[in-house]
């Protein structure tokens, strides 16, 4: 029931930073979550973090976790994922979608998906 559109993407040398950016809009509840992913033509659609909207809970998934920080600001409707010490194979269309929050786990349930925003990390 949230409608969102991610940005920031670009193309970054092995080591740079980006900052993408999920603009959000629409009915939320106590349980929803922001997550973003990445896709990469030919593989799964990868899951790397996600945030309750309503208390700032994160999930980081491994291969993210000491990189990547995700965040809201939630009086500007925005949710962000700081990338640093990116390596080429972070090369992938990324995405942000609006779900529920499970403790203990990524988040899950994604109904809402934003159009992707490319990264791609040279060497």
């Known amino acids: 029931d949230v409608q969102l559109q991610a940005s920031g993407g670009g193309s970054v040398q092995t080591g740079g930073s980006l900052r993408l950016s999920c603009a959000a809009s629409g009915s939320t509840f106590d349980d929803s979550a922001i997550g973003w992913f990445r896709q990469v033509p030919g593989k799964e659609r990868e899951g790397l973090a996600c945030i309750k909207i309503s208390d700032g809970s994160t999930y980081y998934e491994d291969s993210v976790k000491w990189r990547f920080t995700i965040s809201a600001e939630n009086a500007k409707n925005t949710v962000y994922l700081q990338m640093d010490s990116l390596k080429p194979e972070d090369t992938a269309v990324y995405y942000c979608?609006?779900?529920?929050?499970?403790?203990?786990?990524?988040?899950?349930?994604?109904?809402?998906w934003g159009q992707g925003t490319q990264v791609t990390v040279s060497s």
């Open positions: 979608a609006a779900g529920t929050y499970y403790s203990g786990r990524y988040c899950g349930n994604f109904n809402s």
